[in-house]
């Protein structure tokens, strides 16, 4: 029991320590990957709340044609005692994807059927609003050109917002197609800035993703969560 409390009591310092600059807690973006023909995409994040302690994870499957969650894919999952020493809250994502095999197993998801990343950001402060960023597909040589354009209303408790992602393609061939991502009208409670964090295809190409790193207002600072934009090329 000593070396229990001592580390909850070292942790809380640590987090305590944190909050000065972050006061919120960051969620760690997993991909599961997509269905053999690319129509379907899942993936998770997880973290520890910082005022408890206890690990947390959410569980996501994606309709990518329709931009859109499958029914009943969308689960949460919330620990109901806090991590001891060794733990990073990863425990919580291994209880909901166990206790949720039938959402892959129904989709058709496949672990193993990972996305091929195209684009990673860097750590650091999000691009300025409207910056294009770019990025390419070597194995069909078509080239991209994205922006996100972020709409952010009121303040405080009544902060809400909301984005769009333009979206240029290239093909080796000279062709050029442009698309309009993500659903501009859905305003997000407390959710104050947005960034792409990565872009992804399916391995056989049809579906990208869009993976949104989310800065949401929190008690002091603010949380980092994630989402996808998935389109069918």
């Known amino acids: ?62 309709d990518v044609p329709r931009n859109n969650f499958v029914p009943g894919g969308k689960v949460s999952y919330a620990h109901d005692s806090p ?19 039938n959402l892959a197993e129904r989709n058709g998801v496949n672990y193993l059927n990972q996305g091929q990343p195209l684009y990673v950001a860097l750590d650091g402060e999000p691009p300025a609003s409207g910056e294009i960023i770019e990025f390419r597909n070597f194995e069909t040589g078509t080239s991209f050109k994205a922006n996100l354009v972020p709409y952010v209303e ?4 009544d902060l809400k917002s ?9 093909s080796a ?3 050029r197609k442009t698309y309009t991502i993500g659903t501009p009208q859905l305003k997000r409670s407390l959710v104050s800035s ?30 980092i969560r994630y989402m996808v934009e998935a389109l069918r090329l």
């Open 194 to 223: 947005y960034r792409v964090k990565k872009v992804m295809i399916a391995p056989r190409d049809g579906s990208m993703i869009f993976v949104i790193e989310m800065k949401k207002q929190a008690e002091g600072g603010y949380d």
């Open 173 to 175: 061939g000279g062709v």
């Open 154 to 157: 009121g303040s405080g408790r």
């Open 83 to 101: 991590v001891i020493a060794g733990q990073d809250g990863s425990g919580a994502l291994y209880r909901i994807i166990s206790g949720n095999a």
């Open 1 to 62: 029991m000593a070396s229990k409390r001592t580390f909850l009591v070292t942790a809380a310092a640590l987090f305590a320590c944190a909050s000065v600059l972050w006061a919120g807690d960051s969620a760690s973006f997993v991909d599961l990957g997509f269905s053999p023909d690319g129509r379907i995409y899942m993936f998770a994040q997880y973290g520890v709340q910082v005022n408890t302690l206890k690990p947390w994870a959410e569980l996501f499957v994606v």
């Open 162 to 170: 909301s984005f769009f992602i333009n979206l240029e393609s290239s």
